[in-house]
C-alpha cells in the first residue's frame, strides 16, 4: 500500500480582524497535523504550514475529530474575519510515490475563497 505524503503552507500571514473569534473557530474544527501559528507585532496575523493535508473536520464535545471535511465552510467562516485588503494563500502538494501527484490551493479574502487544484481547476467555494 502506497503512503500519502502532503506539505501545507500559506503564503506568509494575513491579517484577522478578531483574533478570539479565528481562536474559537480554530477549536471547534481539526486541520490534522498543520500548525496554525499567529505572529505579527499584535499576534493578530495567521498562518498555516505543516506536512499534512488542508482537511478540515469538525469537533465533538470531547474534542475529537468526526464526520466528513468540511474544509470550505470552514475557509468560509475563516474569511469573515479576514481583513480588508488581505489574503490567506494556502497551497498544498503531495504525492503518492509519485503515481499520484496532488496540488491544491485556497485563497481567502474577505470576501470570498477561491479553490485552485490539478484536478478540477479553479473553482469560488
Known sequence: MATAQFATVSN???EVTDIDAVKELLDDHHLGNLDID??????DEINISGYDSLSVLQVDEHGDPHGHPV???FLEKLSSYIADGEQLDIRTVGNTKLRHVFATRYVVTSDSVTH???EDGTNEV
Do not use: M
Not at 499567529?38 to 499576534?43: A, I, L, M, R
Open 12 to 14: 506568509s500571514t494575513a
Open 71 to 73: 474544509t470550505d465552510e
Open 38 to 43: 499567529f505572529v505579527g507585532e499584535n499576534e
Open 116 to 118: 485552485t487544484s490539478l
